[in-house]
């Protein structure tokens, strides 16, 4: 049985759905039968309180996890309804961070703790805080690949060329695996003329790079996390619903496709 792919999701920028894709790619991929954990990385436990996991009364988080006191299986649990897998977050992970800093071999504690449970998933996606810090380093050095979620507004273009540099520092320092998964388009409005030339010029510029998926906005997929569901379980008939499915469906036929061409080859 080969072992999980792990996907960092990622942007510096707040604000860009990047838990909302991480919540709701998670439980579409459960939904086409892959088994899935999902790592909160984030202090603000977004993810762990949208998948229904009262933050507040965690027995262990992904602190421990990061900070080697405790295996990665005893920090697990069961996401609910949403059918997968999470290492919940929640504040105490910012005191995490502070004490990396002082560890060796820092950068590499995510990708040591995730080797002894990467055999018993299919997918293993990694919720980033939304800054290029000692937590996103550790999910990008852990991770084969980096999917970036991004509204197209004016600023998008600029702060994605920041990060892009980021993961080529990774892939050149410690990850010279790291590849760029995907790019996603999220909370579109295609009525925006912005929103309409940001997309193409990413077209232009990273050509199949770009999912042919697009995210729009959504109500729904807005009320799911205040809920601790996943959009498909609040209301699977709905545009954002259908938008993560066809995601999901694409990043498992990619995977697909290269797999089909390493045999090849």
Do not use: W
Not at 117 to 135: E, K, S, T, V
Request: contains cysteine; aromatic residues 4%.
């Amino acid at each position: 049985m080969p072992m999980a792919k792990i996907i960092a999701i990622t942007n510096q920028k707040g604000g860009v759905g990047k838990t909302t894709t991480s919540i709701n790619l998670a439980a579409s991929l459960v939904a086409t039968r892959r088994r899935v954990l999902l790592v909160d990385l984030d202090p603000q436990g977004n993810a762990t309180m949208g998948s229904g996991i009262d933050k507040s009364e965690l027995e262990a988080s992904s602190c421990e996890l990061l900070l080697s006191e405790r295996p990665a299986r005893e920090v697990v649990v069961r996401a609910g309804q949403a059918g997968y897998d999470l290492i919940p977050s929640n504040a105490d992970v910012t005191a995490a961070e502070v004490r990396l800093m002082t560890m060796p071999g820092r950068e590499g504690q995510l990708r040591q703790a995730l080797a002894e449970i990467r055999d018993n998933y299919d997918y293993i996606l990694i919720d980033c805080p939304p800054a290029l810090n000692m937590l996103t380093v550790n999910a990008l050095v852990a991770a084969q690949s980096v999917l970036i979620p991004m509204q197209c507004e004016y600023y998008a273009l600029e702060g994605l060329t920041a990060l892009l540099e980021t993961v080529e520092q990774i892939r050149e320092a410690s990850n010279p695996a790291l590849q760029i998964e995907g790019l996603l388009r999220t909370m579109f409005d295609a009525r925006n003329n912005l929103a309409n030339d940001v997309s193409e010029q990413l077209n232009y510029h990273f050509g199949d790079k770009v999912y042919r998926t697009v995210i729009p906005r959504n109500i729904r997929l807005a009320e799911a996390p205040s809920h601790g569901l996943p959009v498909m379980t609040y209301d699977k008939g709905c545009a954002g619903s259908l938008a993560y499915l066809a995601l999901a469906g694409e990043i498992i036929r990619k995977e697909q496709c290269s797999e089909l061409a390493e045999v090849a080859s």
